[in-house]
C-alpha cells in the first residue's frame, strides 16, 4: 500500500487526498467562525433587547429560555 504513493498515479492520489482534506479544514473553520459571529450577535440583541425593556420599565423574563423568547415588537414578525 505505501509503495502505491510512489508510483505516478499514486502520487496524484496523494496530491487528491490532500486537498480534499485541506479543502474540509478551511471549510469547518469558516462554518466554525461564522457559527461563533452568529451567536454573538444574537448574544447582542438579547442584551439590547433587555435593556431597552428595562428602561422602559416594562416586566423583563430574565431567564435564560426568557430572554430569546420574541415579544411584540414588530422587529420580530
Same mark, same amino acid.
Given at each position: 500500500?505505501?509503495?502505491?504513493?510512489? $508510483?505516478?498515479?499514486?502520487?496524484?492520489?496523494? +496530491? #487528491?487526498? +490532500?486537498?480534499?482534506? +485541506?479543502?474540509?479544514?478551511?471549510?469547518?473553520?469558516?462554518?466554525?467562525?461564522?457559527?461563533?459571529?452568529?451567536?454573538? /450577535? #444574537? $448574544?447582542? =440583541?438579547?442584551?439590547?433587547? $433587555?435593556?431597552?425593556?428595562?428602561?422602559?420599565? =416594562?416586566?423583563?423574563?430574565?431567564?435564560? =429560555?426568557?430572554?430569546? /423568547?420574541?415579544?411584540?415588537?414588530?422587529?420580530? /414578525?
Amino acid at each position: 500500500m505505501f509503495s502505491f504513493f510512489f $508510483t505516478p498515479l499514486g502520487r496524484y492520489v496523494a +496530491l #487528491a487526498m +490532500l486537498a480534499i482534506a +485541506l479543502t474540509s479544514y478551511g471549510i469547518h473553520i469558516i462554518r466554525e467562525g461564522a457559527v461563533a459571529e452568529i451567536e454573538v /450577535k #444574537a $448574544t447582542e =440583541d438579547v442584551l439590547r433587547r $433587555t435593556e431597552n425593556a428595562i428602561n422602559a420599565g =416594562d416586566a423583563v423574563d430574565v431567564s435564560a =429560555d426568557g430572554v430569546r /423568547k420574541p415579544d411584540a415588537y414588530s422587529r420580530d /414578525k
